[in-house]
């Protein structure tokens, strides 16, 4: 007996029954971080069940923020390199924004290894997959919305130079949102997800056999999304999505706003064009002071964006200016410098110095205390410079290892760092400016796409250091009461 013929002794398709389990089953096994999920979002009752939103909001003190890139990291989201949109990326590495061909079992590889290091250290890892399917199998409300996100990437169209016109009557609404939408509404968990990161065109053209219809198919597969730095940046006001320089990214910064809706994480702003702004030129040094590369990927208009909307949190921002270079191999500020401790970093040596072919300068703007709007207050002072003067000791990284991403580490707080080049690890610990510990992960199946472990994760929330002392003092006041 066929399953398609089967049916209990109510009627229902067994059919149905046995794709819900199985949906049931893939939610609840594609990765580890099913579990952080389901911490940062607790119980709801069952009267806000109809809303997705709801699922994951209500978290308490979950809110999103990041003063600086010392304090503790509680939350970060990554995306598993998987599916097909990865495999399809490695088709055409070069078109794909890839560096080099690409392993996809030894991405996934490589990549476990990088969550569960961070896993290891306390952090909760929330995987973009795990976001996406949170709750859809029980919920219709998270149903509808998954469906209504693949809508956005699913499109019909007519064949080049085929008009509707041509089509039989009967067959035009196989064309129609309608028709999209019943497609939708009978995919698995895992086909709306797949749909929405291959991001699909079905080009229809008239078959005048069987069916009477026959397609063709491009897609604007979401191979980069692996890199979960870039679509947006945390500062001390919370979430603002960005704006990025290439057009195959765009449906990027959807799918990151959706899964931070769904998490009750609120966005406080978005970029707009003439604006551009990737997460990988950004750095938080404190509730004084915030940092952004303009060149290659960001700009001026998107500080200015941030400056005049008050987006940062911060009294200052330096903006650090790629005038003299723009190559891709350093086309974010996190490809030639990063934060390891509080008054401790790495740059890039040969752009260190004002004689440097490569340096970089910063212009730095600062809130006036009356009207609350940024001034600029210093203007081309070269990087290494206004580092130093900010009490920062700068450890200089060779370019042989920049390259090998030795600037792109991931600062768990604390200065517990994560690197991908051993040679770089060995150059921190030996610094004696530098008090924290280094681990090293073969990262590399991961930077053949073009980044690192700082390019492929979002802090989202980190502990801030004004709430960490006060919970310190709670502690030890608490400690200090009698029984």
Same mark, same amino acid.
């Given at each position: 007996m066929t399953l398609n013929a089967m049916t209990d002794v109510n009627g229902i398709g067994l059919e149905h029954l046995a794709i819900r389990q199985l949906s049931r089953k893939s939610d609840m096994t594609t990765s580890q971080s099913v579990q952080d999920v389901r911490d940062v979002a607790p119980p709801v009752p069952s009267a806000k069940r109809g809303s997705a939103t709801n699922l994951l909001s209500g978290a308490g003190t979950t809110t999103a923020v990041q003063e600086h890139e010392n304090e503790t990291a509680e939350i970060v989201i990554v995306c598993e390199p998987q599916g097909t949109s990865l495999m399809m990326g490695g088709l055409h590495p070069r078109a794909s924004l890839y560096e080099r061909p690409v392993n996809l079992d030894a991405a996934k590889t490589a990549h476990a290894e990088f969550r569960q290091v961070m896993r290891d250290a306390g952090v909760k890892v929330l995987t973009v997959r795990e976001i996406l399917s949170y709750g859809v199998v029980n919920h219709m409300g998270a149903r509808v919305e998954l469906e209504e996100m693949a809508m956005t990437a699913l499109t019909y169209s007519m064949d080049e130079g085929v008009e509707i016109t041509e089509l039989r009557e009967e067959d035009r609404p196989y064309l129609s949102d309608e028709y999209k939408r019943e497609v939708l509404q009978h995919m698995s968990i895992m086909q709306l997800i797949d749909t929405i990161m291959i991001n699909p065109t079905v080009?229809? +053209?008239?078959?005048?056999?069987?069916?009477?219809?026959?397609?063709s198919y491009t897609f604007q597969p979401l191979s980069n999304l692996v890199y979960t730095r870039d679509q947006q940046i945390t500062t001390c006001k919370g979430i603002v999505m960005g704006k990025l320089r290439s057009s195959q990214r765009q449906l990027e910064v959807e799918v990151m706003k959706f899964c931070f809706r769904k998490l009750g994480l609120p966005v406080v702003g978005e970029i707009e064009e003439p604006g551009f702004l990737e997460g990988g030129d950004y750095f938080a040094a404190g509730e004084d002071l915030a940092l952004v590369g303009v060149g290659l990927r960001s700009n001026q208009e998107a500080c200015d964006q941030l400056m005049q909307r008050n987006w940062l949190g911060t009294d200052r921002l330096a903006v650090v200016r790629d005038d003299f270079e723009q190559h891709q191999d350093r086309m974010h500020l996190d490809c030639v410098f990063s934060i390891l401790g509080d008054k401790c970093c790495i740059m890039l040596e040969?752009?260190?110095?004002?004689?440097s072919k490569t340096r970089r300068l910063v212009d730095e703007y600062s809130r006036h205390p009356s009207t609350g709007k940024y001034e600029m207050t210093r203007e081309k002072v070269e990087f290494s410079q206004y580092m130093r003067e900010e009490g920062y000791h700068i450890i200089p990284?060779?370019?042989?290892? *920049?390259?090998?991403?030795?600037?792109?580490?991931?600062?768990?707080?604390?200065?517990?760092?994560?690197?991908?080049?051993?040679?770089?690890?060995? *150059?921190?610990?030996?610094?004696?400016?530098?008090?924290?510990?280094? *681990?090293?992960?073969?990262?590399?199946?991961?930077? +053949?796409?073009?980044?690192?472990v700082h390019c492929s994760s979002q802090v989202v929330r980190r502990l801030p250091s004004s709430l960490k002392d006060k919970m310190v003092q709670d502690a030890l006041r608490k400690s200090r009461q009698p029984e």
């Amino acid at each position: 007996m066929t399953l398609n013929a089967m049916t209990d002794v109510n009627g229902i398709g067994l059919e149905h029954l046995a794709i819900r389990q199985l949906s049931r089953k893939s939610d609840m096994t594609t990765s580890q971080s099913v579990q952080d999920v389901r911490d940062v979002a607790p119980p709801v009752p069952s009267a806000k069940r109809g809303s997705a939103t709801n699922l994951l909001s209500g978290a308490g003190t979950t809110t999103a923020v990041q003063e600086h890139e010392n304090e503790t990291a509680e939350i970060v989201i990554v995306c598993e390199p998987q599916g097909t949109s990865l495999m399809m990326g490695g088709l055409h590495p070069r078109a794909s924004l890839y560096e080099r061909p690409v392993n996809l079992d030894a991405a996934k590889t490589a990549h476990a290894e990088f969550r569960q290091v961070m896993r290891d250290a306390g952090v909760k890892v929330l995987t973009v997959r795990e976001i996406l399917s949170y709750g859809v199998v029980n919920h219709m409300g998270a149903r509808v919305e998954l469906e209504e996100m693949a809508m956005t990437a699913l499109t019909y169209s007519m064949d080049e130079g085929v008009e509707i016109t041509e089509l039989r009557e009967e067959d035009r609404p196989y064309l129609s949102d309608e028709y999209k939408r019943e497609v939708l509404q009978h995919m698995s968990i895992m086909q709306l997800i797949d749909t929405i990161m291959i991001n699909p065109t079905v080009h229809i +053209s008239p078959s005048y056999r069987d069916t009477g219809l026959s397609a063709s198919y491009t897609f604007q597969p979401l191979s980069n999304l692996v890199y979960t730095r870039d679509q947006q940046i945390t500062t001390c006001k919370g979430i603002v999505m960005g704006k990025l320089r290439s057009s195959q990214r765009q449906l990027e910064v959807e799918v990151m706003k959706f899964c931070f809706r769904k998490l009750g994480l609120p966005v406080v702003g978005e970029i707009e064009e003439p604006g551009f702004l990737e997460g990988g030129d950004y750095f938080a040094a404190g509730e004084d002071l915030a940092l952004v590369g303009v060149g290659l990927r960001s700009n001026q208009e998107a500080c200015d964006q941030l400056m005049q909307r008050n987006w940062l949190g911060t009294d200052r921002l330096a903006v650090v200016r790629d005038d003299f270079e723009q190559h891709q191999d350093r086309m974010h500020l996190d490809c030639v410098f990063s934060i390891l401790g509080d008054k401790c970093c790495i740059m890039l040596e040969e752009m260190l110095g004002a004689e440097s072919k490569t340096r970089r300068l910063v212009d730095e703007y600062s809130r006036h205390p009356s009207t609350g709007k940024y001034e600029m207050t210093r203007e081309k002072v070269e990087f290494s410079q206004y580092m130093r003067e900010e009490g920062y000791h700068i450890i200089p990284i060779k370019p042989e290892h *920049q390259l090998l991403y030795g600037c792109n580490v991931l600062n768990l707080g604390n200065s517990r760092i994560i690197s991908v080049n051993a040679d770089t690890g060995r *150059q921190i610990v030996k610094d004696p400016h530098f008090h924290g510990d280094v *681990q090293v992960i073969d990262y590399s199946p991961i930077t +053949s796409m073009y980044g690192a472990v700082h390019c492929s994760s979002q802090v989202v929330r980190r502990l801030p250091s004004s709430l960490k002392d006060k919970m310190v003092q709670d502690a030890l006041r608490k400690s200090r009461q009698p029984e």
